[in-house]
């Protein structure tokens, strides 16, 4: 699986878009761009995937460049209950097998009254 | 909630010492995974079955062993002991292997060992 770069930590104001960035350089072309959150020691959460194309769900949105070299995690209008670990995930995707996923270090971010 | 359990919620025991972690995935998920938190290492998956066969294997210990029954669920096993063995121990449900794959977690045994 491709390797993923993501800032250690950011701050976001409550109300506000939360951007979180996550640089995968060395992405090929069947893999896909995944998120999880972790809230504090709580079991890690799925947030969304994509390929290349756009995606939205009730959570939040994925923004893939167009080169697919990286991607940003938008949560519309944070809430302190986002504050939490996120992490980017890069792996295959399609059938045949599935194994577990590759947690790196992730983004701390911090949501603030 | 995710729908996948996990006893005990805590678990203190000693060096040397055997224990014994047990999960349920959501009902219909025949995948199962295991991960292990802990502050060094950050989260690592550890070993995954599928309807009752292993399937994939991660950064494991021999003295740790898994296995899933009839029924879906399953246990993973530590033996031995060690004090860097502490951590937190996730287990992890999907329906299949089928894309894409989306793994609903459960909400951790925090073991200790003393």
């Known amino acids: 699986d491709a390797k993923t770069t993501q800032p250690p930590s950011m701050d976001c104001a409550e109300g506000r878009a939360a951007n979180l960035p996550c640089n995968h350089s060395?992405?090929?072309?069947?893999?896909?761009v995944y998120w999880y959150r972790q809230i504090h020691s709580q079991g890690p959460q799925y947030i969304i995937h994509?390929?290349?194309n756009n995606e939205t769900n009730e959570m939040a949105s994925l923004i893939i460049t167009e080169d697919r070299k990286s991607s940003t995690l938008i949560l519309p209008h944070a809430t302190l209950r986002d504050t939490a670990v996120y992490y980017c995930?890069?792996?295959?995707?399609?059938?045949?097998?599935?194994?577990?996923?590759?947690f790196g270090k992730g983004t701390h971010l911090i949501i603030q009254p | 909630d995710s729908g996948v359990t996990q006893t005990p919620k805590h678990l203190i025991t000693a060096t040397g010492q055997r224990v014994t972690l047990r999960c349920s995935p959501r009902?219909?998920?025949?995948?199962v995974y295991w991960y292990q938190q802990s502050l060094d290492q950050g989260l690592q998956f550890l070993i995954q079955?599928?309807?009752?066969?292993?399937?994939a294997k991660g950064n494991i210990l021999e003295r740790f062993s898994a296995q899933q029954f009839p029924d879906l669920h399953s246990e993973l096993n530590l033996s031995s002991l060690e004090l860097g063995d502490s951590a937190l121990y996730f287990c992890?449900?999907?329906?299949?292997?089928?894309?894409?794959?989306?793994?609903?977690f459960g909400p951790g045994t925090r073991l200790t060992v003393l």
């Open positions: 079955y599928y309807n009752g066969e292993e399937r």
């Open positions: 994509g390929l290349k």
């Open positions: 995930i890069v792996r295959v995707g399609g059938g045949g097998g599935a194994d577990g996923l590759t």
């Open positions: 009902s219909g998920d025949l995948s």
């Open positions: 060395t992405i090929s072309g069947n893999e896909y």
């Open positions: 992890a449900s999907s329906v299949g292997l089928s894309f894409p794959h989306e793994q609903f």
